[in-house]
């Protein structure tokens, strides 16, 4: 018997769920079925929203020769056996030695297109070109990171989301009432906390389960019933993908925010998931010195003793001093000035290129340095009061140049009238 999930899989548009920006009336997808003029796109989401599904109905409801590949199993060579079979179908059926207009070209899915190399992305791109092929891509990652330009450059970007409480509520209901094997088993919905939070947004771990708790012989669905079949909570989250940057990115930026109560939720949530915490912690040290800085230092000397403190006590417990951090660094006062500092030198650096180190600033570890001027002039700033004595430190050409300022809080402030009463400035 096929798997629950092939079992449901929508054949039209009026049975697909979700997606409503896309397929809804009016929606862009929608617009281009309806007036059969179907250009080459990408679809990015999640798994489990129905890209695959989408694309096979879409074929279904324009009549399109459908061809798919996997870029798990395909390399160029199946690439250029579809595109040659669809140029011998199209001469076939319109008796002319020439491809198909992009009105009738036949459709090639690729899943998972960003695991292809840029040679086999190379060799789509004259298809779609011409419209030999109209393709349809189907990716859980960044297009813009993983898809080369000239592709991106003849597809259009749809983003599709994680289906929302209703959509898997409706889903649920569908493949319970109409599914003659669920029908036969007499299932009844008690509660569905627990298998929406399970599923995540996602159709196809929402019909595992269902499929999981079906076969084990039970016949109602409630929260106790659901965890005690799966035994564990799998949080979304590919340490390789999306989600694992998009999540490190909230954890800093509610750390740069001063918002402690998100930078633990996201910590918590990498924590759940798995994520290796010296990865987290490396981003504690970052933040430390880019985001708090100079504002407290200590910030610092907390994110490396965190690091240190990990390696030595191992996990679970290393998950209490990565939260110390967290809400020290969260809490703290802030200041990228240090960040900005560096920034503006190496821009400098890159603009003004090899400036010459000023004669008397030179060691003079020989006579002929010395004869020719090297360190000549130089004063000690030890011998003299407060341990400071006016002189020039950069090249001539940036003589007044300023590439640190303090920002506003109390520990800077302090740095930069000390600043002043040394100089005078």
Not at 99 to 110: E, K, M
Not at 114 to 142: C, M, P, W, Y
């Amino acid at each position: 018997m096929l798997p629950l999930a092939e079992r449901v899989r929508p054949k039209t548009l009026s049975e697909y769920i979700g997606q409503k920006h896309l397929v809804g009336e009016g929606a862009i997808l929608r617009q281009m079925i309806e007036s059969g003029n179907l250009s080459s796109f990408i679809l990015w989401g999640p798994p489990g929203v129905g890209k695959t599904t989408l694309a096979r109905i879409i074929a279904h409801e324009l009549e399109r020769p459908f061809y798919t590949l996997s870029a798990v199993t395909s390399g160029v060579k199946e690439v250029r056996d579809v595109i040659d079979k669809a140029k011998r179908e199209a001469k076939i059926n319109s008796g002319l030695f020439a491809a198909q207009t992009d009105q009738r070209s036949p459709i090639l899915f690729i899943d998972e297109i960003h695991r292809f190399s840029k040679s086999q992305q190379d060799s789509l791109l004259g298809a779609v070109e011409d419209g030999t092929i109209t393709l349809i891509g189907a990716t859980t990652e960044n297009p813009s990171f993983e898809v080369i330009n000239p592709l991106l450059s003849r597809c259009q970007i749809y983003v599709l989301q994680p289906l929302g409480k209703d959509d898997m509520l409706e889903l649920l209901h569908r493949v319970l009432t109409e599914d003659e094997e669920l029908r036969s088993k007499q299932m009844v919905v008690k509660e569905t906390e627990a298998i929406l939070r399970y599923s995540g947004g996602d159709a196809r771990k929402l019909l595992n389960i269902i499929e999981l708790v079906a076969n084990s012989g039970v016949t109602e669905i409630d929260n106790e019933t659901v965890t005690k079949q799966l035994q564990q909570n799998p949080v979304a989250y590919d340490k390789d993908g999306e989600l694992h940057y998009d999540i490190i990115s909230a954890f800093i930026k509610s750390i740069r925010g001063s918002d402690p109560d998100a930078a633990i939720y996201w910590l918590a949530r990498m924590v759940a998931a798995g994520e290796d915490p010296k990865f987290i912690a490396r981003r504690l040290v970052i933040s430390a010195s880019e985001d708090i800085g100079l504002a407290n230092p200590n910030a610092l000397l907390v994110a490396n003793a965190c690091f240190d403190t990990l390696q030595k006590i191992g996990w679970p417990e290393g998950r209490i001093p990565l939260a110390m951090a967290t809400v020290y660094l969260a809490t703290s006062q802030k200041s990228n000035s240090a960040y900005l500092a560096i920034d503006n030198a190496l821009a400098e650096v890159e603009q003004s290129g090899n400036l010459a180190v000023p004669l008397h600033l030179r060691n003079a570890p020989t006579q002929l340095m010395k004869d020719l001027g090297y360190s000549d002039g130089y004063k000690y700033a030890h011998d003299f009061p407060n341990h400071f004595v006016k002189q020039q430190f950069l090249p001539d050409e940036l003589i007044g140049k300023h590439f640190w300022e303090a920002q506003g809080s109390p520990q800077e402030q302090k740095m930069a009238e000390w600043m002043k009463y040394l100089w005078g400035v």
